[in-house]
């Protein structure tokens, strides 16, 4: 089917992704926002790989270093923190995505997240860091 996500999904999930970015840059952010931005950015990459939106795959390699030098600071015991850099390019991910949630199929945002499921439980480490050109 070609129906897209229904409009209040995706202005909840929207919503939900920019306070994610926006405790975190605040300083207040914790493994919760964390996890969401990770889940956007992985979305956002596999979703980019079915031939969606584009983006160039640096801005998602820069957004994931910026959310694991986050985690390895809060591991360390300081707070968790983004650099300047890593704030612009997950600002680029979260539009990326806005749009992708808007314009996407159901379809496939749901092949996507059965994506992200199963790397989820993958011993991968990272499918952007695998990656090794960028996509058509």
Not at 99 to 120: D, I, K, N, S
Request: glycine fraction near 6%; aromatic fraction near 6%.
């Amino acid at each position: 089917m070609l129906l897209p996500l229904p409009v209040t999904k995706v202005r909840s999930m929207a919503l939900e992704n920019h306070l994610a970015l926006a405790t975190l840059r605040s300083g207040h952010g914790g493994s919760q926002q964390m996890l969401c931005l990770l889940k956007v950015v992985y979305l956002a990459y596999f979703l980019r790989e079915k031939g969606r939106q584009g983006g160039e795959i640096e801005l998602f390699r820069a957004a994931e270093l910026a959310l694991q030098q986050s985690i390895s600071c809060a591991e360390c015991g300081k707070t968790w923190s983004l650099s300047e850099a890593g704030q612009i390019a997950l600002e680029s991910i979260l539009a990326l995505h806005d749009q992708q949630l808007g314009t996407a199929p159901a379809h496939v945002y749901e092949a996507a997240w059965e994506r992200l499921q199963r790397f989820v439980q993958s011993d991968v480490r990272s499918p952007i860091q695998a990656a090794t050109t960028d996509l058509p």
